[in-house]
């Protein structure tokens, strides 16, 4: 018996079946038409980039930091309040930003960073919010152009991007940042930079929260924008120390990281080390780091927890060639029990845009594609 099970929050996502996915809603029309207004000749981020659950809703990241839409039309805090009614979408409130991606929730908070400010005054933007509560937007981050990445680690707020003072940015002194906030984001200091040398950029654009470290990685670029150093370390509160050349991570253009227990986390990206280039996923403990041999030969594309049950969703496709798009797209949805320990695959389905981000609310898997459909 095949029949798809009906929508139960409490009952392990294992042990369900789950029906092809529909089409089910189209959140960014307004969005999708500004873009095709302004940009008619050029393509531009589509995508529901981002998928989170929080405070009874799912919260929508959407945007384009390259064309800078932005400016066109506001990238709003945009989410839908009813599993079962596609047009609850709602607007909490515009957001300052060309592109909003990169949920990270730590307890009874959901952070975003401010990946690319609509405002140019080197002044970097952090979004929080907390339950019954707007969002709150921390136009507070110093030197900061670009801010990627943002979690708690101990009792302060850290975040990474790339950034610099008005007077080194006209001049070319380009820096990846690492900053902290002891004060719940009222301000920011900075605590580590890598210069880009006066060529190219510099940037960090992952964290890593675990007991013994919070790890950075992140990249430098080359003249013509191509990325020809990787920046990967790890800071012990005090220092920042870089990881040796030999390890794993050290030879990674990593895409994403998240902590999955206090000691262990997943980091996923490109394995540079490899030839022709990989995608991989790494299992970091104890400040070693192995490949995920359960996810081999597939790509991690997102990671999601599932909050009643404490399991995962991965969103993979079959196939580890780095870049590679897939043609047809086939979606896979795997889950996981909390420790990753081993996976399942719970949906496989061949869609007509990749598929970015995965989500389960109310019972029911969520997925947002490159298109601007959520399914």
């Given amino acids: 018996d095949m029949t798809p099970d009906p929508p139960d929050p409490d009952r392990p996502f294992a042990e369900r079946r789950f029906a092809a996915p529909a089409?089910?809603?189209?959140?960014?029309?307004?969005?999708?038409?500004?873009?095709e207004t302004e940009f008619p000749d050029q393509a531009?981020?589509?995508?529901?980039?981002?998928?989170?659950?929080?405070?009874?809703?799912?919260?929508?990241?959407?945007?384009?930091?390259?064309?800078?839409?932005?400016?066109?039309?506001?990238?709003?805090?945009?989410?839908?309040?009813?599993?079962?009614?596609?047009?609850?979408?709602?607007t909490e409130s515009a957001s300052r930003e060309e592109h909003l991606d990169g949920f990270r929730r730590f307890g009874d908070r959901l952070l975003l960073p401010g990946i690319d400010a609509v405002d140019d005054a080197w002044l970097g933007n952090v979004y929080l919010r907390e339950p019954g509560q707007p969002w709150r937007m921390a136009r507070t981050v110093d030197r900061g152009v670009h801010v990627h990445d943002v979690v708690q680690w101990g009792a302060s707020l850290y975040a990474v991007g790339s950034g610099a003072t008005p007077e080194a940015w006209m001049n070319g002194n380009v820096y990846a940042h690492l900053w902290i906030s002891r004060d719940d984001a009222a301000s920011w200091q900075v605590l580590h930079t890598v210069h880009n040398e006066r060529v190219g950029d510099a940037r960090f654009i992952r964290l890593l929260p675990l007991d013994d470290a919070l790890y950075l990685f992140g990249y430098r670029s080359d003249a013509t924008g191509s990325i020809n150093r990787l920046l990967a370390g790890a800071w012990d509160g005090a220092v920042y120390e870089p990881l040796a050349a030999e390890h794993p991570l050290a030879r990674a253009f990593v895409q994403g990281t998240e902590p999955i227990s206090a000691t262990a986390g997943l980091v996923w990206g490109a394995d540079v080390s490899a030839d022709p280039l990989v995608a991989r996923v790494w299992r970091l403990e104890g400040g070693e780091a192995a490949p995920v041999e359960a996810l081999a030969g597939h790509t991690l594309v997102d990671l999601s927890r599932i909050e009643a049950t404490g399991e995962w969703l991965l969103l993979v496709h079959a196939g580890d060639t780095w870049a590679m798009t897939p043609d047809p797209w086939e979606a896979q949805v795997w889950v996981a029990p909390p420790d990753l320990s081993q996976v399942s695959e719970a949906l496989r389905f061949t869609a007509p845009a990749p598929i970015e981000s995965v989500a389960a609310w109310g019972g029911a898997l969520f997925l947002g594609d490159a298109a601007g459909t959520l399914w």
């Fill in 23 to 35: 089409p089910w809603a189209t959140p960014l029309a307004d969005y999708l038409a500004a873009g």
């Fill in 44 to 90: 531009f981020e589509r995508g529901i980039h981002d998928l989170a659950v929080f405070d009874g809703r799912l919260h929508l990241g959407y945007g384009d930091a390259t064309l800078n839409l932005g400016r066109v039309v506001d990238i709003e805090h945009r989410a839908f309040t009813d599993p079962g009614d596609p047009a609850s979408v709602v």
